[in-house]
């Protein structure tokens, strides 16, 4: 069941200018995996050595942050949009 | 003429043009914007600075633009008040207030936007954004509606009503979001990929609008004629403010306006309804861990501040400290500093001066040291906060036997 990832500005050109893919997957992590899988060059602009999510990568399930759910292993449903958001200082 | 070489990320040292960019195009990290130290050293003295403007544009060789006629409401080169009567309290021995409250839509970010909508404009932006939690809204309508630029302002829709009411008085779209600070910059950090041709202060130009916060600390080490202060306490909220002031000190150092090995320790004030960074410092641990925000003081509400982990790291390297502090705790703050020394501050004043109160009896925050607290935001703006703490001492008749019978005072 397809699952829409929304992908910022900078990232676009890795998949082909879009601004938006539809990717099948269980979890957050799986999702982003397949992403990578379609558009090679995803995962290492988006997770750090160990397997983490980079400092100043937030992604957002159905507008949550995934860091208050269960990060990379939050499941997702069909039809969910997943967002890909870099960080931004505040005020 | 500008001093810039170039913006370089903070994170993994890829370098970029001086152009509309915020983040890493590789790993996200946050640009910084680079100078030629050596020709602003060559260049720049007291002297050179006493003959500016009396605002921040004194400092433009320091600045990432640097325009004949900036977007400039007469931002900055706000009081530096030195503050006996809350010292003594304290049990300090100096202590200094920096009256921030003093800018033109009372906060500090007057600072910021006059740096970031100037550099917008260098670089043909017509219209001027932000996400805000009160103050950057009063600023960015403000400088935009004296620049001539449209605005859109997104913030959430709990806002005090003064600054929502500061906000759309000039004129420009304001978008109440239902959601807190985190969602309003969620959205508009997606918005930015969307509208590009939108300047959103915050976000696209946040690399150029954060470099106005260093003139905090220009303006203090000048308004103590040329020194240093030992340690500044400092109100955090995204923690980019903190990891400027720190910038600044160190610039002054690198183009000689500060003598060689000038140390100025940094602490950092939070609400405990909102307290990321201090609870990572507290913990001794790396991670900034996002909260769900819960404070009277909505100016520092943002539960995932992106600048928190450098805001950790300046502290750290400055052998400061943090702490948090209850609501009433900044209540008592704006009162305290109210009533010693005659400054009404917004509730993020209040966690600052609750903090420094902490600090002080901790330890941290010593009576030999010369200590400068930053005061941000003018009471006026959250005055919801105070309602039920203050009011008249004594509601009479008018005629002099109710007023005799009621108030007590020596004449």
């Given at each position: 069941m397809p699952v829409t990832v929304r992908i910022p500005s900078q990232l676009r050109p890795l998949a082909g200018g879009s601004g938006e893919v539809s990717l099948e997957g269980e979890t957050v992590g799986e999702v982003l995996k397949a992403l990578d899988g379609a558009h090679p060059g995803f995962a290492e602009r988006l997770f750090d050595e160990t397997g983490s999510l980079r400092r100043f990568v937030n992604v957002f399930l159905a507008d949550e942050d995934v860091r208050f759910l269960s990060g990379l292993d939050t499941p997702v449903t069909a039809g969910q949009t997943l967002s890909i958001v870099p960080a931004v200082a505040g005020g | 003429m500008d001093f810039v070489t170039g913006l370089r990320c903070r994170e993994c040292g890829r370098t970029y043009p001086a152009e509309a960019l915020h983040v890493c195009d590789f790993c996200f990290g946050p640009l910084e914007v680079d100078y030629d130290y050596e020709a602003i050293a060559a260049h720049i003295t007291p002297e050179s600075i006493a003959a500016g403007p009396r605002t921040i544009w004194r400092y433009a060789d320091l600045l990432p633009v640097n325009e004949r006629a900036p977007v400039d409401l007469g931002a900055g080169f706000t009081p530096l008040v030195r503050a006996d009567r809350l010292a003594a309290e304290l049990g300090l021995g100096e202590l200094w207030i920096k009256d921030d409250t003093a800018n033109p839509t009372g906060s500090f970010k007057d600072r910021v936007v006059s740096v970031a909508l100037t550099k917008a404009r260098q670089l043909g932006f017509k219209?001027?954004?932000?996400?805000?939690?009160g103050n950057l809204a009063n600023a960015v309508a403000a400088h935009a509606a004296r620049a001539g630029m449209s605005s859109i302002v997104f913030i959430p829709y709990d806002l005090e009503t003064a600054k929502i009411v500061t906000t759309a008085v000039y004129g420009g779209q304001l978008v109440a979001v239902q959601g807190n600070y985190d969602d309003v910059n969620r959205l508009c950090a997606e918005l930015t990929s969307e509208r590009p041709t939108w300047a959103f202060v915050n976000v696209n130009i946040r690399t150029y609008y954060a470099e106005g916060s260093k003139t905090l600390a220009f303006e203090i080490a000048e308004q103590l004629g040329w020194d240093a202060p030992d340690h500044v306490v400092v109100p955090v909220a995204s923690g980019s403010q903190?990891?400027?002031?720190?910038?600044?000190?160190?610039?002054?150092?690198?183009?000689?306006?500060l003598p060689e090995g000038s140390q100025v320790r940094i602490s950092g004030a939070q609400a405990t309804g909102c307290s990321p960074v201090a609870t990572a410092f507290a913990e001794g641990s790396d991670h900034v861990r996002p909260v769900k925000p819960s404070t009277i003081a909505k100016s520092l509400a943002i539960g995932n501040p992106a600048d928190g982990w450098y805001a950790l790291k300046a502290v750290r390297e400055s052998?400061?400290?943090?702490?948090?502090?209850?609501?009433?705790?900044?209540?008592?703050?704006?009162?305290?500093?109210?009533?010693?020394e005659g400054i009404f501050a917004e509730t993020a004043g209040g966690v600052t001066i609750a903090s420094l109160v902490k600090l002080v009896s901790e330890g941290v925050v010593r009576p030999d040291e010369r200590v400068v607290a930053l005061v941000t935001g003018h009471g006026l703006k959250t005055i919801e906060a105070l309602v039920g703490h203050v009011g008249p001492t004594a509601t009479i008749l008018p005629t002099l036997e109710a007023f005799d019978?009621?108030?007590?005072?020596q004449p």
């Open positions: - | 219209v001027a954004a932000c996400a805000s939690t903190l990891t400027k002031v720190k910038k600044g000190f160190q610039e002054l150092v690198r183009v000689g306006l052998g400061g400290s943090f702490a948090a502090v209850t609501d009433d705790e900044v209540i008592e703050g704006i009162r305290l500093l109210a009533r010693t019978e009621a108030v007590q005072l």
